[in-house]
């Protein structure tokens, strides 16, 4: 049965939605054998955030879908809206669905992106734009500086390290492995110029995955 928005607040409905989705990312993972560690939870601001961080492989979502206490939505290829079930819950969770081969499509989910952020629903987004695969942070592509500004959230980083290590680094077969996340501080626009937010969040991100993976 549909959750009615109009009888909840945004918070309230995307933490009563979220329980289907955590439980399944929780099953996901502990039968893969997949342990994960979480720092930084102290830094989530309230209210609506947008989430930015690198993207190591396919368990990337379960795994933030699993651990970060604050439900999100977040961008999805087009392509998926044809999976029954699945597509219904990510259109429950707010996510937003983007077709890069079609231009006016890509505009679309930005303008989708911040009204969802304006409504009060978090977002996550990974700027990389694909899967690293455990091969270094890949170049971030600035689309969710704009998104941020228009919505006026705070940005929160987040450095994911191992995700690779269950599957992309083993010729796609499953295998245990451990994982970190760290929620590094939220970044609020106006504390510096836009044009050095790029950089500045990419290089956080960076130096916080090197940690991780020193650490492991």
């Known amino acids: 049965m549909r959750i009615q928005k109009s009888q909840l607040s945004a918070q309230a409905y995307d933490e009563e939605v979220y329980k289907v989705p955590r439980h399944w990312a929780t099953n996901i993972l502990k039968k893969a054998g997949v342990s994960v560690e979480i720092s930084g939870v102290e830094h989530l601001p309230i209210g609506p955030v947008l989430f930015i961080s690198n993207h190591e492989g396919n368990f990337d979502i379960p795994v933030l879908i699993a651990h970060v206490p604050k439900p999100f939505g977040f961008l999805s290829k087009v392509e998926v809206k044809k999976i029954p079930f699945i597509s219904d819950w990510m259109e429950e969770m707010n996510c937003v669905f983007i077709d890069r081969t079609n231009r006016k499509n890509a505009l679309q989910s930005i303008h989708d ?104």
Do not use: C
């Open 113 to 216: 992106s911040v009204e969802r952020l304006q409504q009060g629903h978090s977002l996550l987004l990974f700027p990389e734009g694909t899967r690293s695969k455990g091969n270094g942070v890949q170049p971030f592509k600035s689309g969710f500086i704009r998104i941020a500004e228009r919505a006026n959230v705070p940005i929160v980083p987040i450095a994911i390290y191992g995700t690779s290590h269950i599957m992309e680094q083993n010729n796609n077969h499953i295998v245990p492995a451990h994982v970190k996340i760290q929620l590094l501080p939220y970044v609020e626009l106006s504390q510096q110029p836009s044009e050095w937010l790029l950089a500045d969040i990419q290089n956080q991100i960076e130096q916080a995955v090197a940690q991780l993976k020193g650490d492991l």
